[in-house]
Antibody, heavy 129, light 107 residues
């Protein structure tokens, strides 16, 4: 059973950096069929994908255009966890943040997508002074 | 990026009724990369359907997905009390996008 356990502060001051961690058990962050995503949810923006990291003989990252200049997602293999860093936060970054795994398997040169099948419990982050 | 539009925004139905939820993509998408999720208050979304029509592990067969091109549908054949929730469609590609959600509420 794969479990994602999130941790990190629930309150961040404007202009500072939001940092969250997602500890993975039951799978390896280096799994070559998995990607590790950060997603946030707010009433104004709905579900918003922030980015992902994944290993395919080397590490790759993809980021959403809306946060690309401010976001870093990293895998820490020694701890089997992933992290999210979002700098220069404003009130608009107030949201529930989730980490989630998805699986993409190449079969006969075609990629099969199995969805975001495991989610962390969510962390409510408020940006306020 | 693919924009996903879900409709209706809210569906008011009674237990036992059939629910039909729609998701329209801003351009044609590969069926393989379309998924559906259910979210209940205070919980993370949970995977229901992947690849347009494949049920995730443990999902009852009253849930079914269909569609192609730009139009996709999630059908709940007979609503159970635990099915009243918000449902999202999602597309996977170079980025991931979600629809705005459909709330299925008790009539």
């Amino acid at each position: 059973q794969v479990v994602l356990q999130q941790s990190g502060p629930g309150l961040v001051k404007p202009s500072q950096t939001l940092s969250l961690t997602c500890a993975v058990s039951g799978d390896s962050v280096s799994n070559t069929t998995a990607a590790w995503n950060w997603i946030r949810q707010s009433p104004s923006r709905g579900l918003e994908w922030l980015g992902r990291t994944y290993y395919r003989s080397k590490w790759y990252n993809d980021y959403a255009g809306s946060v690309k200049s401010r976001v870093t997602i990293k895998a820490e293999t020694s701890k089997n966890q992933i992290s999210l860093h979002l700098n220069s936060v404003t009130h608009e970054d107030t949201a529930v943040y989730y980490c989630a795994r998805d699986l993409v398997v190449a079969i006969a040169r075609y990629y099969h997508y199995y969805g975001l099948d495991v989610w962390g419990q969510g962390t409510t982050v408020t940006v306020s002074s | 990026d693919i924009v996903l539009t879900q409709f209706p925004g809210t569906l008011s139905l009674s237990p036992g009724e059939r629910a039909t939820l729609s998701c329209r993509a801003s351009q044609s998408v590969d069926r393989t990369y379309l998924a559906w999720y259910q979210q209940k208050p205070g919980q993370a979304p949970g995977l229901l359907i992947y690849g347009t029509s494949s049920r995730a592990t443990g999902i009852p067969d009253r849930f079914s997905g269909s569609g192609s091109g730009t139009d996709f549908t999630l059908t709940i054949s007979s609503l159970e009390p635990e099915d009243f929730a918000v449902y999202y469609c999602q597309h996977y590609g170079s980025s991931i996008t979600f629809g705005g959600g459909t709330k299925v509420q008790v009539k």
